[in-house]
């Protein structure tokens, strides 16, 4: 009997667009809070991360209570929505690292011969981080696997054993976002 693939390109695919949609809020909030101090800036580091202090099922109380939409019908949308909040604290974190690690002389030298905050960040800030961000958007990406994998494990309860394929993909992937981690750090250490 061949193996169902289906259930792994189904959690690639959510996993993906988890991470994109965390990736496009946290890259610019990292780059916002490793820049620039205002008012709220610790308001707004504190609201981001957030979900790695409250457990699920509590900040999903509080989302749909605030949205006004209790109960509301699973759905791929929100399941990938909420995905995302929970994978963005991840993204947010390791992406600011990052980008803080930067020297500051080459965005400066940058500035002062005229380019814009968008281009320093495309053209210097975004290629010399790209390790951290990259780790970022892998362990991201295990992040949101991991949750597809347990929410379509708990909804589909004895059909959730086809999900096996999905957990050890994402086991898989979170050592290599571990690795890629260590490795960063070793080579700034040892740099």
């Known amino acids: 009997m061949p193996l169902d693939w289906s259930p792994l390109w189904l959690s690639l695919r959510f996993a993906g667009l988890a991470t994109l949609l965390a990736a496009i809020a946290g890259l610019p909030l990292a780059w916002l ?3 620039y101090r205002f008012r709220g800036c610790e308001l707004l580091d504190a609201l981001a991360n957030l979900p790695l202090a409250l457990p699920p099922a509590v900040f999903s109380y509080y989302l749909l209570t605030a949205l006004g939409r209790w109960p509301i ?3 791929w949308r929100w399941a990938i929505a909420l995905s995302a909040i929970y994978t963005l604290p991840l993204v947010l974190r390791m992406s600011r690292a990052g980008l803080e690690s930067l020297d500051p002389a080459f965005e400066n030298a940058a500035r002062v ?3 814009s905050e968008w281009r320093i960040f495309w053209r210097i800030g975004a290629p010399l981080a790209w390790r951290p961000l990259a780790a970022a958007g892998l362990a991201g ?3 949101a696997f991991a949750d597809f994998a347990a929410a379509a494990t708990l909804r589909n309860g004895a059909q959730g054993a086809a ?3 999905p957990l050890t993909a994402a086991a898989l992937a979170a050592l ?3 690795y890629v981690g260590n490795r960063l750090r070793r080579e700034r250490v040892y740099a």
Request: charged share 5%.
């Open 33 to 35: 809070l490793v820049h």
């Open 73 to 75: 019908a699973f759905s």
């Open 113 to 115: 011969l005229g380019a």
């Open 141 to 143: 990406l295990a992040r």
């Open 163 to 165: 999900m096996i394929v």
């Open 176 to 178: 290599a976002a571990l």
